[in-house]
């Protein structure tokens, strides 16, 4: 199947979620003319599907593959990256002081869109590197910075987070990696780190390591975290990469999915002499680390934006193609493409819906990290309240859009050859890492639905209220005020069994508002007939059939814990 970026419809969703032609008419964003935009687009669609979408396959078949002396990566992606890092395609949105073109994050997310959506696993790498860029620009020391932001931010270098540990998941806290001080003003980092992503491997000269570690004598919890830039070579006098920094990757894991994407277990200080330099103060860690992680949150639901839109592009390209029975009612007899019999069409419809759906939503949270950029206070507070959706609602939907691709294909569809199953597979861990849509959830009603005492959702339900049309679209913007005016005197047990339909329903009424909205727009529009037409029937489809859907999830969200609890934990194993 040959890959196609959604170039237009990116476009579309740039100027009329994002806001994307206001954002150029300040100072910092004054290059992110018209032409630009479209220049970026363009040849960011070019080069994904020239350099990285055929390499897709084979990033799932062979994959990475660990070594005694490091990880090695498939035949062609060491070519591939290094075409990404000589095209600038790392520079889009990196800063301007250290080698970057700083362009809005909202085209920087058009473009990892599009990277993703031709290779995600390969993607994922770039991703990461991203939020160690965030990181050092908020919290690293100005030598810091300048001996690391711009080879990070060309690409050259690539950076990773390492939180979790063997008895520290979802619990940070937990963690017992160490730092100790050395003599120079260094630490001594000792410890193993598991679930690193891209971790180890053989693309670039250098990795960057952004390591949570514990200093002597840190107070327990995550209070007692610091974070700590551990390279895999120390620089030397000239900041080129010299000597190993006694940094070993032990294994990789051996994953469902993501199979291009190395998953590290990272072991640090084995003899003792593994160097590591304090980014920010001592238990500044956690704060640090979720600045990188906020922005990561943004991009994994970004990742079900691109496994949904390659997934519907694959499931269509069948459709067509696939002929079998002849419609039903149908006077002609003869087989027809089975894009042609109506449960096939709703299928597509859904995931056509679903997929711009979810990419309004994560375009709309990074519209509003640009508008943040700028100083506007509150589009920073609406980051904060659509993080959680982005990631979670924009991880579902890749899961369920990749599943209906599966169903479209038939039982070819659960045969490997078709690569409808790798689409499933890779989108799988989407929901889990970066910080599970479960605990998405217990953060948007635990600290999001509280920000200035619930003023910032309401200001968000007034938001879309006052631009909805549809009566069912109405409805749903009422409920979820309903359910959030109550879920902010509920008890925590409520308020965190009430969570993830309450997300859901959020979501979907933040899409409905959005999809009407483009829907809309093309009405009135002038452009390419064929787009304009699928752009209004596929957001009437999503208003009319998927938001009544999230209707249904109200008395969830309104319920009590206490049936949750009804059971005792010997009686689920009844």
Wanted: net charge negative.
């Amino acid at each position: 199947m040959t890959f196609t970026p959604a170039t237009a419809e990116q476009r579309f969703v740039l100027s009329h979620v994002a806001g994307i032609d206001t954002l150029a008419d300040s100072d910092r964003f004054a290059d992110a003319t018209p032409d630009m935009v479209d220049a970026v687009l363009e040849g960011a669609g070019a080069f994904a599907a020239g350099e990285w979408a055929p390499l897709d396959r084979a990033g799932d078949t062979v994959g990475a593959k660990w070594t005694e002396t490091g990880v090695v990566m498939p035949d062609g992606y060491r070519e591939a990256y290094r075409a990404y890092v000589e095209g600038g395609w790392g520079t889009i949105g990196s800063p301007a002081d250290h080698g970057g073109q700083a362009m809005p994050f909202a085209i920087s997310t058009a473009v990892l869109e599009t990277l993703g959506a031709a290779n995600m696993g390969f993607a994922l790498c770039p991703t990461l590197t991203v939020g160690a860029i965030e990181a050092l620009m908020h919290h690293g020391s100005a030598e810091q910075q300048a001996l690391y932001l711009p080879r990070l931010s060309t690409g050259e270098w690539t950076g990773t987070m390492n939180l979790t540990e063997p008895q520290a998941g979802s619990d940070v806290g937990a963690l017992r990696t160490k730092a100790e001080p050395r003599d120079d003003g260094t630490w001594s980092i000792a410890g193993t780190k598991i679930y690193i992503s891209y971790g180890d491997h053989d693309l670039t000269d250098n990795i960057v390591h952004l390591v949570l570690a514990r200093t002597p004598g840190a107070p327990a919890g995550t209070k007692g975290l610091s974070l700590f830039l551990v390279p895999k070579y120390r620089l030397d006098a000239k900041g080129q990469p010299g000597d190993l920094n006694d940094v070993r990757v032990v294994s990789i894991e051996h994953k469902m999915g993501l199979h291009a994407s190395p998953t590290c277990v990272l072991s640090f200080g084995d003899h003792g002499d593994c160097v590591g330099e304090l980014i920010g103060h001592e238990g500044g860690g956690i704060a640090a680390m979720f600045t990188m992680m906020n922005n990561a949150r943004l991009n994994v639901g970004l990742q079900g934006v691109q496994v949904a839109e390659r997934a519907t592009q694959r499931a269509v390209a069948y459709a067509r193609d696939r002929v079998q029975s002849a419609r039903a009612g149908s006077a002609s007899r003869e087989p027809v493409a089975i894009i042609e019999h109506p449960d096939v069409r709703r299928m597509l419809m859904r995931m056509k819906a679903q997929t711009q759906a979810a990419r309004a939503l994560v375009y709309l949270a990074a519209g509003n990290v640009d508008r943040a950029t700028l100083g506007d206070v509150d589009a920073r507070k609406r980051v904060d309240l659509l993080t959680p959706l982005a990631k979670a609602h924009g991880t579902d939907i890749g899961n369920e859009v990749a599943s209906i691709g599966i169903q479209v294909h038939g039982g070819m569809g659960y045969i490997e050859e078709t690569g409808a199953a790798q689409h499933f597979r890779d989108a799988r861990i989407t929901p889990i890492y970066e910080g599970t849509n479960g605990i998405q959830a217990a953060d948007l009603v635990g600290r999001k639905l509280s920000m200035d005492n619930g003023g910032v959702f309401l200001s968000h339900v007034a938001d879309m209220r006052a631009e909805a049309k549809d009566a069912g679209l109405n409805a749903l913007i009422d409920a979820c005020e309903e359910v959030g005016r109550h879920l902010m005197t509920a008890d925590t047990d409520d308020r965190l069994a009430a969570s993830y339909p309450f997300l859901t329903m959020l979501s979907v009424a933040t899409c409905g508002w959005l999809m009407e909205r483009q829907g809309r727009i093309a009405a009135t529009s002038e452009g390419d007939p064929a787009f304009l037409a699928q752009k209004q029937a596929v957001a009437r489809f999503y208003v009319e059939q998927l938001v009544p859907e999230a209707m249904g999830l109200k008395p969830s969200a309104m319920a009590k814990a206490e049936v949750l609890y009804a059971l005792t934990p010997e009686a689920f194993a009844a």
